[in-house]
């Protein structure tokens, strides 16, 4: 896993528990997972925005702008369910 045996990634989680402690850790991880949920969804419409561009002119089915509307959709598609996943988590932590 990226190069790192297993003793490495023990010091390095020993090193964060004793700099954040065991309380910052949980917010540090919703965090993270937030900034790779956002990263994952630009880099699909990234890519079907490159797709659209790479097919050109019309290819039997619909314009560019078509597909353009199509992609774009998809990426909204998506920021609502990152919404709403993002209100499952501020329930959760309005219950702690």
Same mark, same amino acid.
């Given at each position: 896993?990226?190069? @790192?045996?297993?003793?490495?990634?023990? +010091? @390095?989680?020993? +090193?964060?528990? @004793?700099?954040?402690?065991?309380?910052?850790?949980?917010? +540090?991880?919703?965090?993270?997972?937030?900034?790779?949920?956002?990263?994952?969804?630009?880099?699909?419409?990234?890519?079907?925005?490159?797709?659209?561009?790479?097919?050109?002119?019309?290819?039997?089915?619909?314009?560019?702008?078509?597909?353009?509307?199509? *992609?774009?959709? *998809?990426?909204?598609?998506? *920021?609502?369910?990152?919404?709403?996943?993002?209100?499952?988590?501020?329930?959760?932590?309005?219950e702690e």
């Open positions: 896993m990226f190069g @790192i045996s297993g003793t490495e990634l023990f +010091f @390095i989680v020993a +090193f964060v528990l @004793i700099i954040f402690g065991p309380d910052k850790l949980p917010g +540090f991880a919703r965090t993270f997972g937030r900034f790779m949920r956002e990263f994952k969804r630009t880099q699909e419409m990234m890519e079907a925005q490159i797709r659209a561009e790479m097919l050109g002119g019309d290819d039997g089915d619909g314009t560019k702008a078509d597909r353009m509307k199509k *992609a774009a959709s *998809a990426g909204k598609a998506a *920021a609502v369910s990152e919404a709403d996943i993002d209100e499952e988590d501020e329930e959760e932590e309005e």
